[in-house]
């Protein structure tokens, strides 16, 4: 009898092993970016930038289940107002998910949620929805960051980058292999200087302006 358990146990045990194995390979790659990759923006204005992971099968395996993001910024270039977070991962006021979000000061942001919700119906018979691979694309947004520019002159820019995953788990808990990291740069285009071409217009206009007045005061007199 002890003997028929153990064994069922390691049966069990090997198949759970197997299932990891193939839900692991059936995972493709997933690229996050911070987006729109490059935007325009001097001292005092606002931007937004949204956290997007693109890859996912789309309704279906595989699903996100967890993420534990760092966010880099210049403290000194940009001020953090605000970020709100998806609810593709459950709805946080009805406790479907856990944020552990913090903004860590110095310009990191740790952006971190857990999802309560059920992957699918598959493995769970008296589970009532929604389920992650029902309500997931294969790209969403993940958080939404809101900064202000503080101090970023004409010709400068500044970079907002994903420092660090700490985590990015399926729905069932097993990491998803990261294809591609995007930063996103602010940037304060110089003001223009006039083409050689057109510095001779312009001087070309004057001239004409100064040659007018002097044929009106030789008139007068």
């Known amino acids: 009898m002890i003997t028929t358990t153990i064994k069922r146990l390691r049966s069990a045990l090997a198949a759970s092993l197997l299932l990891g194995l193939a839900v692991a390979v059936q995972a493709d790659p997933v690229t996050l970016e911070l ?16 956290l997007v992971i693109s ?18 910024f210049d403290a000194a270039r940009l ?14 006021g009805l406790g479907d998910a856990i944020d552990l979000s913090a903004d860590l000061g110095g310009g990191l942001l740790n952006l971190v949620l857990i999802s309560l919700l059920e ?19 294969s790209s969403f947004v993940l958080a939404t960051l809101n900064f202000s520019v503080l101090d970023l002159e004409p010709g400068n820019s ?40 057109t510095l001779s217009l312009i001087g070309m ?12 005061r030789e008139i007068r007199v």
């Open 158 to 197: 500044t970079t907002v980058s994903i420092a660090g995953v700490n985590a990015l788990g399926d729905g069932f808990g097993l990491p998803l292999e990261i294809a591609e990291l995007g930063d996103a740069v602010i940037r304060n285009p110089s003001i223009g200087v006039p083409e050689p071409g």
């Open 119 to 137: 992957t699918d119906d598959q493995n769970c018979i008296f589970c009532i929805g929604p389920f992650l691979d029902e309500i997931q694309g």
């Open 55 to 72: 890859g996912l099968d789309s309704e279906g395996a595989d699903s996100l289940g967890d993420f534990d993001i760092d966010i880099a």
């Open 205 to 216: 206009g004057l001239l004409a302006i100064f040659g007018l007045r002097s044929r009106r």
């Open 35 to 50: 987006a729109p990759s490059a935007q325009t923006a001097g001292t005092g204005d606002g931007v937004s930038l949204d």
């Open 79 to 92: 001020l953090l107002d605000s970020f709100t977070l998806t609810d593709l991962l459950g709805d946080l």
